[in-house]
């Protein structure tokens, strides 16, 4: 089965072609970027090596799927002879409310659902929905399947996705705790549970998504338990660009002593804090900080420490809230490749049941391992995520393939 998965963004639609029948091979992938503003272009590269790079005319998310259709059947370029071998296209899309708890076939209902969430997620829905009727336009009768990062976290009980609120604030007005990540946390915490031969449903599982958002996962029985990020993806651990968790009353004595609107906090907490705020070196990227620490920069050494000290808060959290532990995971790009940012994470919890093999975590492999020395209490893994697979997996799911 041929499945396209596409995740469009505010400015951006990124493509990957599965086969899921030859081994889930990636026949092709690449992205539109710049759409809407000066120097649009399309990266592209297909199974057999061959690449294209340059600048194409595209105005909107439906030229982009138009353009990334035709490339796809390219005499030079394409891996398919006709867009009728596409069998499904799945769709990344970030907020579902309450109303989607699993990858669902997109129909009207679920449209509408997607549209109701604009006000939660300004930045995201409205370009996962112009994808989908992109794709709907394009390529005619293909089913489109939606998987939702919030639908993993619908499993959380109230104890975790309350907020202490008004509680007609969450009647009413939906006011709660959705999480996010959820197709990687939910892809990872399967992965580790097949990769270690126990059934997922009895295992206690931690997952730490680092990447440039990060969030932390209890996952209990394979069901999101509890996770670090919110109502929106600002809440938790300290990110590349967002603050993660701060009181509340910061925001109001900002504004009243600086003067800023509610647009300009809401940019300073999620565009300008984090790692990037906190380390003074202009960049979010944590590669540059720990260049930076290591060569004596020691507000970038503090940032690190402070961002390492938070995930560990919210992974002694879970270990309580899951009341035990089997496996703890590392994934995306910080936590699939920079040991010394986990053994920070996990400094001083060798007493707790969490113990490094050094020379394991040590180890750059872009592979599923154990980094855990034998006789650790709770085996630590590194699991490479891959959302764009998750997504090509649930819509095979979805359709029964
Ligand atoms: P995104 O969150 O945007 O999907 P990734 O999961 O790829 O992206 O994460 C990107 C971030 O991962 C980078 O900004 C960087 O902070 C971090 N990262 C990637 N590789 C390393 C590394 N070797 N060491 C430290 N951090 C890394």
Redesign the pocket.
Known sequence: MIILVINAGSSSVKFTLFDMSDDKKVLATGLIERIGIDGTSMKYSNWKGEKSQGPVAVKNPKEAVQVISERLVDPKYGVIGALSEIKAVGHRIVHGGEKVNKPVRVTEEVKQILKDCFSMSPLHNPHNLAGIEACETVFKGVPNVGVFDTAFHSSMPPRTFLYGIPYELYTQDQIRRYGFHGTSHAYVSRAAARFDGRPIESLKIITA??????SITAVKGGQSYDTSMGLTPLEGVVM?TRSGDLDPAVIFHIMKIKGLSYQDVDNLLNKKSG?LGLAGIGS???????EAANKGNAQCAQALDLYAYRVRKYIGAYLAALGGLDILVF????????S??RAAILEGMDGLGFKLDKAKNDV?SSEIRVISAADSPYKIMVVP?N?ELAIAEFTGEVLGG
């Open positions: 998504h680092l990447g440039n958002g990060a590349g790692v979010s990227d944590l590669r540059d900080v720990e994934t995306a790009g910080a936590g699939e490749n920079s010394t940012l750059r995520t959302e």
